[in-house]
């Protein structure tokens, strides 16, 4: 996180209305998960928007982006490379290795999910390709499971710059705080 050198979450392709959701819930995922920004393609700038807009609203930093080559991103990252992936190495395998590249050696990493089919490239240009089980599932889930192992959990207890509200947390209810405390909500 803040401390660490940088990870960046990268969505490789977006179908205009059928990924409307995933794509956002990639980034909104990446950003409540610890991950300091997210590209997404250019053909999804709604997602980018929506993203962007809770930022503003419930803090960062967090830089939502979008890209035209998300290729490129990826042979160009000067760091390490992780891909997602149902057919990758199991990610209890891996795991440490990859802290000790972002943590002790101080590696930027490029998370990297797919929506569609993966260009093979992508597997070969990764330094990891990494499954969270090997079974079909979702970029979501498998960039939530991925991002709480790299950083141990820390990622919970990450405080939120220049919010204009936050969510109290309570046993039952719903209860939210503008910035300066004022009650907001229900
Ligand atoms: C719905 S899947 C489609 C994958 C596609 N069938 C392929 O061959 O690449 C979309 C994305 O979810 C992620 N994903 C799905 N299952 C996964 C798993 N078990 N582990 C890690 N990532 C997974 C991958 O990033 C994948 O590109």
Request: glycine letters at 10%; aromatic letters at 6%.
């Amino acid at each position: 996180m803040h401390d660490e050198s940088e990870v960046a979450v990268l969505r490789l392709g977006h179908r205009p209305g059928r990924d409307e959701r995933m794509t956002t819930h990639v980034g909104l995922t990446a950003r409540a998960l610890g991950a300091d920004r997210v590209w997404v393609p250019d053909n999804a700038g709604q997602s980018r928007d929506t993203v962007a807009d809770i930022t503003d609203r419930f803090g960062g930093p967090f830089e939502v982006e979008l890209t035209d080559s998300p290729q490129r991103i990826i042979r160009n990252w000067e760091g390490r490379v992780v891909h997602l992936t149902m057919y990758g190495e199991r990610v209890q395998d891996v795991e440490s290795e990859i802290r000790d590249a972002h943590q002790r050696d101080g590696e930027p990493i490029l998370v990297v999910v797919g929506a569609e089919k993966v260009p093979f490239d992508v597997y070969e240009e990764a330094d990891w390709n990494v499954g969270v089980t090997n079974q079909p599932h979702s970029e979501v889930a498998g960039l939530a499971v991925f991002l709480d192992r790299l950083f141990d959990g820390r990622e919970l207890e990450r405080e939120w710059e220049d919010a204009d509200r936050r969510v109290v947390p309570m046993e039952t209810g719903k209860r939210v705080e503008s910035a300066d405390g004022a009650h907001d909500g229900e």
